[in-house]
Antibody, heavy 118, light 110 residues
Framework: EVQLVESGGGLVQPGGSLRLSCAASGFTFSYYSINWVRQAPGKGLEWVSYISSSSNIIYYADSVKGRFTISRDNAKNSLYLQMNSLRAEDTAVYYC???????????WGQGTLVTVSS | QSVLTQPPSASGTPGQRVIISCSGSSSNIGSNNVNWYQQLPGTAPKVLIYRNNQRPSGVPDRFSGSKSGTSASLAISGLQSEDEADYYCAAWDDSLNGRVFGGGTKLTVL
């Protein structure tokens, strides 16, 4: 069974940093590209970042470019999101999601909540 | 302001057919596949339609998708109470080099 489990969320002050992890199981992690998608409380979905299977292609949303860094360790079946210079507007549930067929997010984790507040 | 435009709400009675629209541009819907996601209250999103009109196994055939030009739509026929959820369209945007989502449509079954 395909599983994606996010961790690392929590409360952080504005300007602080946090590292999210996404542990994958039930499939060959190194074959798949992965996205981070977030959802602010009571709001819609917002795409955050994309990383290809071999990490050679990476994209970021303009709202996080220069502050967030996506990475993966295929040997550990893990995806990461390093978030620096956090702002109140980064408060959201962060989901990792597997991509199939170049565009479909076919499996999602349960999400981890990041709260940026003083 | 989302790149893809959806109505914020839709409603119908059990058994009715409801259509949710998604409007984009030539750089997203006009040149890439559209996916639809269903998010039940308190849960992660789930893919409902991929590649414009394909249903993953397990998704009832009451759900169908279509695309024409720079717009797409999701149709739900034989509406059921368990269809009450938020629905999002999504596509890759070649100009932004990123994935874009619609703002979401909250479906209420009356």
């Amino acid at each position: 069974e395909v599983q994606l489990v996010e961790s690392g969320g929590g409360l952080v002050q504005p300007g602080g940093s946090l590292r999210l992890s996404c542990a994958a199981s039930g499939f060959t992690f190194s074959y798949y590209s992965i996205n981070w998608v977030r959802q602010a409380p009571g709001k819609g979905l917002e795409w955050v970042s994309y990383i290809s299977s071999s990490s050679n292609i990476i994209y970021y949303a303009d709202s996080v470019k220069g502050r967030f860094t996506i990475s993966r360790d295929n040997a550990k079946n893990s995806l990461y999101l390093q978030m620096n210079s956090l702002r109140a507007e980064d408060t959201a549930v962060y989901y990792c999601a597997r991509i199939v067929g170049a565009s479909t997010l076919d499996h999602w984790g349960q999400g981890t909540l990041v709260t940026v507040s003083s | 302001q989302s790149v893809l435009t959806q109505p914020p709400s839709a409603s119908g009675t059990p058994g009715q057919r409801v259509i949710i629209s998604c409007s984009g541009s030539s750089s997203n819907i006009g040149s890439n596949n559209v996916n639809w996601y269903q998010q039940l209250p308190g849960t992660a999103p789930k893919v409902l339609i991929y590649r414009n009109n394909q249903r993953p196994s397990g998704v009832p055939d009451r759900f169908s998708g279509s695309k024409s030009g720079t717009s797409a739509s999701l149709a739900i026929s034989g509406l059921q109470s368990e269809d009450e959820a938020d629905y999002y369209c999504a596509a890759w945007d070649d100009s932004l080099n990123g994935r874009v989502f619609g703002g979401g449509t909250k479906l209420t079954v009356l």
